[in-house]
T-cell receptor, first 114, second 114 residues
Framework: AQSVTQPDIHITVSEGASLELRCNYS??????LFWYVQSPGQGLQLLLK??????LVQGIKGFEAEFKRSQSSFNLRKPSVHWSDAAEYFC????????????FGDGTTLTVKP | DTEVTQTPKHLVMGMTNKKSLKCEQH?????MYWYKQKAKKPPELMFV???????INESVPSRFSPECPNSSLLNLHLHALQPEDSALYLC?????????????FGPGTRLLVL
């Protein structure tokens, strides 16, 4: 069975600083990987996804993520954080046949300091 | 139309009430999902409908009853709920493209059971 670990429960960065959120997965085959963002009281918005091909994936809102098979990681990055990026971020790994059986990490809460 | 809508946004109900949550999408997606999300936790899959047929039921109590009247609509009927059922209920639909499936989430219904 697949699993996802987000090692950082809570991260605080200053506005304008760079950001990296970590995600490690365990899965026997090539994973499908997703990053979602959830603002308070809102649904999940897909930031980006990796299925195959180029290991550096560009997403919305200036985010990118890099798939590193050797490290079983799919870390999310942003070069300059905005106050509006404060939210909960979830990494998920999906089966190659049914995203509905995706396994979510426990999430990382991002706080942005002015 | 590129979104999943959910109504109502908020719902307060007593343990003897019967209510329904509604989800709608007009993106032509043939898979739809119900998730339950407690505060500061990742979403937990409840039900999956594929081509209007229930394909996954993650051992959800019978007080939750899903219904998929057509390919655009998904309902969740609630009856005799418990206070611990209070949560954010998220609907999602998914698009499969060359075997790669991507989920799109609605904003959720925040349910409080008194």
């Amino acid at each position: 069975a697949q699993s996802v670990t987000q090692p950082d429960i809570h991260i605080t960065v200053s506005e304008g600083a760079s950001l990296e959120l970590r995600c490690n997965y365990s899965y026997g085959a090539t994973p499908y990987l997703f990053w979602y963002v959830q603002s308070p009281g809102q649904g999940l918005q897909l930031l980006l996804k990796y299925f195959s091909g180029d290991t550096l994936v560009q997403g919305i809102k200036g985010f990118e993520a890099e798939f590193k098979r050797s490290q079983s990681s799919f870390n999310l990055r942003k070069p300059s954080v905005h106050w509006s990026d404060a939210a909960e971020y979830f990494c998920a790994v999906g089966l190659n046949t049914n995203a509905g059986k995706s396994t979510f990490g426990d999430g990382t809460t991002l706080t942005v300091k002015p | 139309d590129t979104e999943v809508t959910q109504t109502p946004k908020h719902l307060v109900m007593g343990m003897t009430n019967k209510k329904s949550l509604k989800c709608e999408q007009h993106m032509g997606h043939r898979a739809m999902y119900w998730y339950k999300q407690k505060a500061k936790k990742p979403p937990e899959l409840m039900f999956v409908y594929s081509y209007e047929k229930l394909s996954i039921n993650e051992s959800v109590p019978s007080r939750f009853s899903p219904e998929c009247p057509n390919s655009s609509l998904l309902n969740l009927h609630l009856h005799a709920l418990q206070p611990e059922d209070s949560a954010l209920y998220l609907c999602a639909s998914s698009l499969t493209n060359r075997g790669q499936e991507t989920q799109y989430f609605g904003p959720g219904t925040r349910l409080l059971v008194l």
